[in-house]
């Protein structure tokens, strides 16, 4: 069964840092590109960041580039983390985690989530 989990949500003061990870089971880790969405209340789900495999290839959107950092494990470890830094108010959502195959990269088209972890970022 194709499974991704996220962890590490939290509430935290705006300016500090805060790391997502995200593990997969279920399907062949290495094979697919692996990113993260976020969504707030009435809105639509918005990219936020990606990552090919081995991780030599990563895409992020405007809002985030610059601090925020997309990075994966191994094969054995099958996780991939966010590293979110200097964050704002605007940042507070719900993160999702994504895999698709590699085109994903290019097209930001996923077809597999997680659950979804929350992010709150008091100003």
């Known amino acids: 069964q194709v499974q991704l989990s996220e962890s590490g949500g939290g509430v935290v003061q705006a300016g500090t840092s805060l790391t997502l990870s995200c593990t997969a089971s279920g399907f062949a880790f290495s094979s697919y590109t692996m990113g993260w969405f976020r969504q707030t209340p009435g809105q639509e789900r918005e990219f936020v960041a990606a990552i090919d495999w081995p991780g030599t290839g990563t895409a992020y959107s405007d809002s985030v580039k610059g601090r925020f950092n997309i990075s994966r494990d191994s094969d054995t470890k099958r996780t991939v983390y966010l590293k979110m830094n200097n964050l704002e108010a605007e940042d507070t959502a719900m993160y999702f985690c994504?895999?698709?195959?590699?085109?994903?990269?290019?097209?930001?088209?996923?077809?597999?989530w997680g659950q979804g972890t929350q992010v709150t970022v008091s100003s």
């Open positions: 994504v895999a698709d195959v590699p085109s994903a990269l290019r097209t930001l088209e996923f077809r597999t």
